[in-house]
């Protein structure tokens, strides 16, 4: 028999041990039979609604010192309603509250579903951290407008992002706000990959999750010893605080990283991983100009719930934010194409990384010298003259001299913009996916991508319409070097091209296929919620696209984001070196990653503009109006009507014609872009301007991808 101290021994180890919770069904029956919904609870534990929720369903347990209250409170109720007990009636919501689940039943508990397809849809009285009384609490939103969906993942359970103010409240997706009790940054950084619930799964199966992002407001910034702006000369020439600053010292004492590009508005803490868990965090601040004003108008003075719904849609919509724009774009085209997947080792047996067929593999891959920039190493070494690839969108105005007597008498000047042009170009474009091979007078193929001299200068089009081999719209004056596109055009129009040379990809694929479908449906759904929908007719489209920007701001900012993503992404694959240091020939980072792809950009450009080109001569057909000037993605042509109803080929049914431009919100269709008078334009070009750039009543943002 054991011993009176062996027995009080053993008792003491128990006691030491971690609380124990009951099982998740008995404290869903447990919370239910006190009569306290999941966001009171969420209150007083300092949590999330979904965090409870994901308590109760088994799929997360509390942390200390949360474990301890959680137990305290589960005990305490345990002793008021035992498990033989009648469970009490549960009051029915009144039509002004969310009811929390299903009604009562009398049979065991059982835990929520988690797959979103079949659970419940999560409360709507989420509050914020505070000694308030609990209440139902209504949305924020109107409940008929539609919401970003995030993926089914019981692992993230409280959405991509979380926007945290000075108050030490992170707002989340869906109205979500929870407590962050972080005070240093590596504190945020442990309470977001353990507490907060924050992430978002791999959009591709061989792919990797999204990195919680957290969003610091310039109150929140100060909170954790980081500068409000980043003050002082160099600060703000690399974007980033200095190595001495108490703040890094902090994350390197606690053994997190930063990637070589330091602590900049978007900062990547991590450790490196162990296995397949990723422990690292990305960190916005606002007030260092995180959010460009260009690609997300008014969002930084947003208040910090607005903010997360914005970046919060966009996340689930497109990809979590993990810099720019642009590098967002760039992100999503690697995360929609991973450049591994796992295969079988025949020799082993075991699992091991290979390529993925389609994607852009692991390893960089020099251009040819005419795909390349002058600055580049294969370009500088090896000394070559013979000249470059010049696929840029058009920036073309017609001379005045060649304006008819008839376009002058004309009132009006309408600009007619495509809609995210790049995009619609990208779409089932075959580009290539392995380095290029050289070739002495190739036969033409029309089916491999690639960069070809040839001769276009002996064809004659008519010059009412630029030409579509250059990007000024002027006549080529002799051998060039042109993106398969851009000849495969030329063939089309009914001329013999005989390349010289051609720099050409055996490895070819429509490598954008997933990016242009998810961009697509990113854009369309959001224009849908500012009202802009397929089923209005060509009046009602043009009505809505008027006033969408003041129909609801936040998802006007959406729609921006998109759009920057779009050029933003296509520009990166041939982003240029910076730095006052850099010098000719030196490789600069960029170089170092697989989607540094000039040929792929020349591609969609080429593309883009052959297919301007091939609309503005189908609607001059049809109409007798040729396009005074062309900028980019905005077309103007001389009207006599203020509307683009005035400019559009429509049959006798009222329908608009194949082939040339038509209204509509899908990439490549378009919209009005602006109205002046016709003395106005010609006035412009006189003075050497174009009055596509001006037509919107500013200055159109020129960005061809760079």
Same mark, same amino acid.
Request: with cysteine; net charge neutral; charged share 25%.
């Given at each position: 028999?054991?011993?009176?101290?062996?027995?009080?021994?053993?008792?003491?180890?128990?006691?030491?041990?971690?609380?124990?919770?009951?099982?998740?069904?008995?404290?869903?029956?447990?919370?239910?039979?006190?009569?306290?919904?999941?966001?009171?609870?969420?209150?007083?534990?300092?949590?999330?609604?979904?965090?409870?929720?994901?308590?109760?369903?088994?799929?997360?347990?509390?942390?200390?010192?949360?474990?301890?209250?959680?137990?305290?409170?589960?005990?305490?109720?345990?002793?008021?309603?035992?498990?033989?007990?009648?469970t009490?009636?549960?009051?029915q919501?009144?039509?002004?509250?969310?009811?929390?689940?299903?009604?009562?039943?009398?049979g065991?508990?059982?835990?929520?579903?988690?797959?979103?397809?079949?659970?419940?849809?999560?409360?709507?009285d989420?509050?914020?951290?505070?000694?308030?009384?609990?209440?139902?609490?209504?949305?924020?939103?109107?409940?008929?407008?539609?919401?970003?969906?995030?993926?089914?993942?019981?692992?993230?359970?409280?959405?991509?992002l979380?926007?945290?103010?000075?108050?030490?409240?992170?707002?989340?997706?869906?109205?979500?706000?929870?407590?962050?009790?972080?005070?240093?940054?590596?504190?945020?950084?442990?309470?977001?990959?353990?507490?907060?619930?924050?992430?978002?799964?791999?959009?591709?199966?061989?792919g990797?999750?999204?990195?919680?992002?957290?969003?610091?407001t310039?109150?929140?910034?100060?909170?954790?010893?980081l500068?409000?702006?980043?003050?002082?000369?160099?600060?703000?020439?690399?974007?980033?605080?200095?190595?001495?600053h108490?703040?890094?010292?902090?994350?390197?004492?606690?053994?997190?990283?930063?990637?070589?590009?330091?602590?900049?508005?978007?900062a990547?803490?991590?450790?490196k991983?162990?296995?397949?868990?990723?422990?690292?965090?990305?960190?916005?601040?606002?007030?260092?100009?995180?959010?460009?004003?260009?690609?997300?108008?008014?969002?930084?003075?947003?208040?910090?719930?607005?903010?997360?719904?914005?970046?919060?849609?966009?996340?689930?919509?497109?990809?979590?934010?993990?810099?720019?724009?642009?590098?967002?774009?760039?992100?999503?085209?690697?995360?929609?194409?991973?450049?591994?997947?796992?295969?079988?080792?025949?020799?082993?047996?075991?699992?091991? @990384? &290979?390529?993925n067929? /389609?994607? +852009?593999g692991? =390893?960089?891959?020099?251009? $040819?010298p !005419?795909?390349?920039?002058?600055?580049?190493?294969?370009?500088?070494? @090896? &000394?070559?003259?013979? /000249?470059? +690839?010049?696929? =840029?969108?058009?920036?073309? $105005?017609? !001379?005045?001299?060649?304006?008819?007597?008839?376009?002058?008498?004309?009132?009006?000047?309408?600009?007619?913009? +495509?809609?995210?042009?790049?995009?619609?170009? $990208?779409?089932?474009?075959?580009?290539?996916?392995?380095?290029?091979?050289?070739?002495?007078?190739?036969?033409?193929?029309?089916?491999?991508?690639?960069?070809?001299?040839?001769?276009l200068?002996?064809?004659?089009?008519?010059?009412?319409?630029?030409?579509?081999?250059?990007?000024?719209?002027?006549?080529?004056?002799?051998?060039?070097?042109?993106?398969?596109?851009?000849?495969?055009?030329?063939?089309?129009?009914?001329?013999?091209?005989?390349?010289?040379?051609?720099?050409?990809?055996?490895?070819?694929g429509?490598?954008?296929?997933?990016?242009?479908?998810?961009?697509?449906?990113?854009?369309?759904d959001?224009?849908?919620?500012?009202?802009?929908?397929?089923?209005?007719?060509?009046?009602?489209?043009?009505?809505?696209?008027?006033?969408?920007?003041?129909?609801?701001?936040?998802?006007?900012?959406?729609?921006?984001?998109?759009?920057?993503?779009?050029?933003?992404?296509?520009?990166?694959?041939?982003?240029?070196?910076?730095?006052?240091?850099?010098?000719?020939?030196?490789?600069?980072?960029?170089?170092?990653?697989?989607?540094?792809?000039?040929?792929?950009?020349?591609?969609?450009?080429?593309?883009?503009?052959?297919?301007?080109?091939?609309?503005?001569?189908?609607?001059?057909?049809?109409?007798g109006?040729?396009?005074?000037?062309?900028?980019?993605?905005?077309?103007v042509?001389?009207?006599?009507?203020?509307?683009?109803?005035?400019?559009?080929?429509?049959?006798?049914?009222?329908?608009?014609?194949?082939?040339?431009?038509?209204?509509?919100?899908?990439?490549?269709?378009?919209?009005?872009?602006?109205?002046?008078?016709?003395?106005?334009?010609?006035?412009?070009?006189?003075?050497?301007?174009?009055?596509a750039?001006?037509?919107?009543?500013?200055?159109?943002?020129?960005?061809?991808?760079?």
């Amino acid at each position: 028999m054991a011993s009176e101290e062996e027995l009080i021994a053993s008792v003491d180890a128990l006691l030491e041990e971690e609380p124990q919770l009951p099982p998740p069904a008995e404290r869903t029956r447990l919370r239910e039979a006190a009569g306290v919904t999941r966001a009171r609870l969420a209150l007083a534990l300092k949590t999330s609604a979904q965090m409870v929720k994901a308590y109760e369903t088994g799929s997360s347990e509390p942390k200390e010192p949360r474990l301890t209250a959680y137990q305290r409170l589960l005990n305490g109720w345990a002793a008021k309603y035992p498990a033989n007990a009648a469970t009490p009636a549960v009051q029915q919501p009144s039509p002004a509250t969310t009811p929390e689940g299903p009604e009562t039943f009398t049979g065991p508990a059982t835990p929520v579903p988690t797959d979103t397809k079949t659970a419940a849809p999560a409360p709507a009285d989420q509050t914020a951290p505070g000694p308030r009384p609990a209440r139902p609490a209504m949305s924020r939103r109107p409940a008929a407008r539609k919401k970003a969906q995030s993926p089914a993942d019981s692992r993230f359970p409280n959405g991509p992002l979380a926007v945290l103010d000075g108050l030490g409240s992170a707002y989340g997706v869906d109205d979500l706000v929870m407590h962050c009790p972080a005070t240093t940054i590596p504190e945020l950084v442990e309470w977001t990959l353990t507490e907060s619930g924050l992430g978002a799964a791999r959009l591709h199966r061989n792919g990797k999750d999204a990195d919680p992002l957290i969003v610091l407001t310039a109150e929140a910034a100060v909170k954790f010893g980081l500068p409000e702006r980043l003050e002082g000369h160099e600060q703000r020439r690399s974007l980033r605080l200095p190595e001495d600053h108490p703040v890094l010292k902090q994350v390197a004492k606690a053994r997190w990283q930063l990637t070589q590009r330091g602590f900049g508005p978007w900062a990547r803490v991590y450790r490196k991983a162990q296995g397949r868990d990723r422990q690292c965090v990305q960190l916005a601040i606002l007030s260092w100009d995180a959010l460009d004003e260009r690609s997300w108008p008014g969002v930084a003075d947003m208040d910090p719930a607005d903010i997360a719904r914005v970046l919060g849609t966009y996340a689930m919509r497109v990809t979590t934010p993990r810099g720019s724009t642009a590098v967002s774009g760039l992100e999503l085209m690697t995360a929609l194409r991973p450049p591994t997947r796992a295969v079988r080792e025949a020799a082993t047996g075991a699992w091991v @990384s &290979g390529h993925n067929a /389609g994607s +852009l593999g692991t =390893e960089p891959v020099d251009p $040819a010298p !005419p795909e390349a920039t002058p600055e580049h190493p294969v370009v500088v070494e @090896s &000394g070559w003259t013979g /000249g470059f +690839l010049n696929e =840029e969108a058009y920036q073309w $105005a017609r !001379p005045v001299d060649a304006l008819t007597g008839h376009e002058c008498t004309l009132p009006f000047a309408v600009g007619l913009d +495509l809609n995210t042009a790049f995009l619609a170009a $990208a779409s089932r474009l075959t580009v290539g996916l392995s380095a290029p091979d050289h070739f002495h007078a190739p036969a033409f193929n029309p089916r491999i991508p690639g960069t070809w001299l040839v001769d276009l200068s002996h064809i004659e089009l008519d010059p009412r319409l630029p030409s579509p081999f250059t990007p000024d719209g002027t006549r080529p004056t002799g051998p060039a070097w042109y993106q398969t596109n851009t000849v495969a055009y030329a063939q089309e129009l009914g001329h013999d091209v005989h390349p010289i040379e051609a720099y050409l990809r055996r490895e070819t694929g429509a490598y954008l296929d997933p990016w242009h479908d998810r961009l697509k449906a990113a854009y369309i759904d959001t224009l849908a919620d500012l009202g802009v929908t397929r089923d209005l007719d060509d009046h009602a489209f043009l009505a809505a696209m008027e006033t969408y920007k003041q129909t609801d701001p936040a998802m006007a900012a959406v729609l921006s984001a998109i759009k920057a993503t779009v050029k933003g992404g296509i520009g990166k694959l041939r982003e240029r070196p910076q730095g006052r240091q850099y010098k000719a020939g030196q490789r600069w980072p960029a170089l170092e990653r697989p989607t540094w792809r000039p040929d792929i950009r020349a591609a969609v450009i080429s593309k883009d503009r052959t297919n301007t080109h091939r609309k503005v001569m189908k609607t001059a057909q049809l109409t007798g109006l040729y396009p005074i000037a062309i900028l980019a993605d905005c077309v103007v042509y001389p009207a006599p009507g203020e509307s683009p109803l005035s400019v559009l080929p429509y049959d006798e049914a009222g329908k608009a014609r194949p082939g040339a431009f038509r209204l509509g919100l899908a990439p490549g269709m378009v919209k009005l872009e602006g109205v002046q008078t016709m003395s106005w334009a010609v006035d412009l070009i006189e003075k050497g301007l174009n009055p596509a750039r001006h037509i919107k009543g500013g200055d159109a943002v020129l960005d061809a991808g760079e």
